[in-house]
């Protein structure tokens, strides 16, 4: 087939070439310019190696071409970002942008896909009134939604292996999708209506935010308890039917703490549980400021070296990472931030070049993301640069022993057992 995938993202640029490695021929584009010459010029712009992979076999194929222009094709998949807006609602603006510029290209028989992450009803309330302004009969078309579902750090493996979920406007338009994905995904794929769909892929991120909203709400309740989070969850999991996540500083990224916004924006009145998941989770930066604060006092320029900047761990992406909050929760209480972070790009409040620069002086570090290559930091090179040894470990990533033994306090969040009282070491540099 001939298919052209607009937006060339996280989803949308291995897609396309799994599409063309698959043997269709693929057009990709992406409204951003300097991308598409990237591209081009075969620097893709996601950081994962299986996907730097795909992108450049598919590219030296013949068979994925970046285009400037929208290609007429016979299948058009919309890959485009939907973000939510600064008061917390959705915003659809790209799809409708994409259902609009897809629309003159059609003229009966072709499949338009929309595997963006959307509020139930997205694809009969926004796509196809877009078809309809256009003088396009959605019934002369197919029109499905399949929503992505992989998870970023293995977005190849899980573009073949994941199994699923194609919600077609009308049972036809379902199974013409199922064929085209059947191409190039091993996993099963099952056919059901859009709205459907559309609020399956929600209520998957929205189970893991509630899911990780009581890990870290064991994590506060654990470290009044005196008791440890990590061990009461790990040996809780031991049963055969509990499974709960890990308490971290946050939930980051651009679809858990969006997705479940999409219910409650249109349901306020029926997601009291999932709004109450959002809060926990979103408060969990000002906890970790807390633990600093009952050892460094604000209001003294104390400076804090914050380690990890993405979103979650071995990942460049920074959007709506912890650490963005971290940072400006810790300003406004007017402490200094030095933030590491050697992978991470795009963290809009600036990263330190070098650990030895950010620990240089600091009060306290603080692990936000557990990247393996912060596995072989030596405390015992770190605590001399700094002037009190403080590390507030929000991952338990660190070997608590080998810290303290280089003279540090150590605060583990969730471990209640790790909390001390306020007395640091110091380097006598105040
Ligand atoms: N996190 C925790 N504790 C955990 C697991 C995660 O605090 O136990 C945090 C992470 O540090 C991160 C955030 O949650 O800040 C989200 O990370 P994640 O790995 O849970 O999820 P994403 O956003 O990378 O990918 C999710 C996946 N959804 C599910 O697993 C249900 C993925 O399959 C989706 O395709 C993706 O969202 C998406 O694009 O919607």
Not at 1 to 13: A, E, F, N, P, S
Not at 262 to 283: C, M
Not at 377 to 396: F, T, W
Request: charged share 25%; proline share 6%; with cysteine.
């Amino acid at each position: 087939m001939k298919v052209t995938v607009l937006g060339l993202g996280y989803i949308g640029l291995p897609t396309a070439s799994m599409l063309a490695l698959a043997g269709h021929r693929v057009f990709g584009y992406d409204v951003n310019v300097a991308m598409r010459a990237q591209l081009r010029a075969g620097a893709g712009h996601i950081a994962e190696t299986e996907v730097r992979d795909i992108v450049a076999k598919a590219l030296a194929s013949g068979n994925l071409s970046i285009v400037d222009d929208l290609t007429a094709a016979d299948a058009y998949i919309i890959c485009v970002p939907t973000p939510n807006t600064s008061d917390g609602r959705p915003d659809l603006s790209y799809v409708q942008s994409a259902a609009k510029a897809v629309a003159p290209l059609l003229h009966g028989g072709e499949l338009v896909i929309l595997e963006s992450t959307v509020p139930p009803g997205t694809l009969e309330r926004t796509v196809v009134p877009a078809m309809r302004a256009a003088s396009v009969d959605p019934d002369s078309i197919f029109l499905a939604h399949c929503p992505e579902r992989v998870i970023p750090g293995a977005i190849v493996r899980e573009l073949k292996e994941n199994g699923r979920i194609i919600g077609g406007r009308r049972p036809e338009d379902a199974s013409r999708a199922k064929a085209l994905y059947a191409s190039f995904v091993d996993g099963e794929l099952i056919e059901t209506d859009s709205t459907t769909a559309e609020l399956v892929k929600v209520v998957e991120n929205t189970f893991r935010d509630v899911n990780i909203a009581l890990a870290n709400e064991l994590a506060v309740l654990c470290e009044d308890l005196e008791v440890d989070a990590w061990e009461v969850i790990r040996l809780a999991n031991k049963h055969p039917r509990v499974d709960i996540l890990n308490p971290g500083p946050g939930v980051g990224g651009h679809c858990i703490p969006i997705d479940p916004q999409f219910l409650a924006d249109a349901h306020p009145f029926a997601t009291e549980l999932i709004q109450t998941a959002r809060r926990v989770n979103a408060r969990m930066p000002n906890h970790i400021v807390r633990r600093v604060r009952d050892h460094v006092p604000s209001g003294e320029h104390r400076k804090i070296a914050l380690l990890g900047a993405s979103y979650k761990a071995d990942v460049d992406d920074s959007r709506e990472s912890p650490s963005e909050k971290l940072v400006a929760l810790f300003e406004e209480l007017d402490y200094e931030t030095a933030v590491f972070d050697p992978i991470a790009r795009g963290f809009k409040h600036g990263l330190y070049p070098s650990l030895e620069a950010a620990v240089e002086g600091a009060d306290a570090v603080v692990l936000v993301v557990g990247h393996r290559i912060f596995q072989k930091l030596d405390p015992v090179d770190i605590g001399p640069r700094m002037r009190s040894r403080l590390l507030v470990d929000a991952r338990k990533f660190f070997d608590a022993t080998q810290w303290s033994d280089a003279g540090f306090t150590v605060e583990t969040l969730g471990d209640g057992r790790s909390r001390t009282k306020p007395m640091l070491a110091t380097n006598g540099r105040h």
